[in-house]
């Protein structure tokens, strides 16, 4: 069957903690490692208060050292808001405490609004402008010290040294980036779970764009989805309420805690929250096991993914474990 993997955000629950956040995403990423699964990704996202994850590199360091098998990383690192030398580094120092268990996912995006993005930039001195494929060459130089003579980093190395970079894969969600992806010779991890661009027709792209690199040799493809599953269609329902009053909420501008199925059920909904629940209830899997794996073979089967990657956005954590639980069985 299809490589299996996780996604993680480490969601933040309505009456509780972004440190318990924390702490859930280390209990599982140890699920995760028990039941087999391929990779544990985590996020980079900034000042949101039903995300907690706002430093992947740390979190990677912590997962990796709590899990035996699990290869861990980025979901990614949103490369606009970092100096292609200190990505290089942080993660060459992974590499060389968990050897060929480390991924580095690089986004285009700033993972957050306007305002924190310039605060997250403005030491920098560089402009606004999309600077992603300056940063991604700088970054490669540093690691094959291809910096020609003369150039202010030509004496430069990323250290340690003699440390691989770990595997590259760039993260998308559009057209340009499938084709970005196969251009510069990257893994490709589709957003599926918040995109509106067609999967199929990204993976198609980025396949035919495919370049080989010394990152990768061949095109390998991730399937990023998200997926609600519990014992019963019905409760699986009950649970997905929060994903939908998140999605109310935040086309809203209204970035809160995830709500329980509790309040997201007794929420007075608009028609136009209707449509927007509609409209994203397209991206999401949610279902008994054999409702979610109807749901997904048919866009595994017109994607041809290599991988499928899977976030769980709910308000209880007992309840995400025992979704990746059901979904590993379907997945045997």
Request: with cysteine; proline share 6%.
């Amino acid at each position: 069957m299809i490589p299996l993997s996780v996604l993680d955000l480490s969601p933040v629950a309505a009456g509780s903690t972004g440190a318990q956040a924390l702490r859930n995403s280390l209990d599982l990423a140890q699920l995760a490692d028990r039941l087999g699964f391929t990779r544990y990704w985590v996020a980079e996202h900034h000042n949101m208060p039903a995300i907690a994850s706002s430093a992947p590199d740390i979190m990677i360091g912590q997962i990796a050292a709590a899990t035996e098998r699990l290869r861990v990383g980025s979901g990614g690192v949103m490369l606009p808001n970092h100096a292609p030398l200190t990505v290089a580094e942080r993660f060459k120092v992974l590499e060389a405490l968990y050897p060929d268990r480390i991924d580095l996912g690089l986004g285009r995006a700033p993972g957050t609004d306007p305002a924190t993005s310039y605060a997250l930039r403005r030491r920098q001195g560089i402009s606004e402008e999309d600077d992603f494929l300056e940063r991604f060459n700088e970054l490669m130089l540093f690691e094959t010290n291809g910096f020609p003579a003369g150039h202010p980093f030509h004496k430069v190395r990323a250290m340690p040294a003699d440390v691989k970079l770990p595997p590259i894969y760039l993260l998308g969600s559009s057209d340009y980036s499938a084709q970005l992806s196969g251009h510069i010779g990257a893994a490709f991890a589709f957003a599926h779970h918040f995109a509106s661009f067609d999967a199929a027709t990204a993976m198609r792209i980025y396949r035919d764009s495919f370049k080989p690199s010394v990152s990768h040799t061949t095109p390998y493809a991730i399937l990023a989805t998200h997926v609600v599953c519990a014992e019963t269609d019905e409760e699986a329902e009950r649970l997905a309420a929060t994903v939908d009053l998140n999605i109310v909420r935040r086309a809203k501008g209204e970035y809160q805690p995830l709500a329980s199925p509790e309040e997201a059920l007794a929420y007075d909904y608009a028609p136009v929250d209707r449509a927007r629940i509609a409209e994203n209830r397209r991206r999401l899997s949610v279902g008994s096991p054999a409702t979610v794996k109807a749901r997904l073979a048919p866009l595994l089967e017109a994607t041809q993914a290599n991988e499928l990657m899977v976030t769980t956005m709910i308000y209880d954590h007992a309840a995400r474990k025992r979704s990746y639980e059901l979904l590993a069985d379907v997945f045997k």
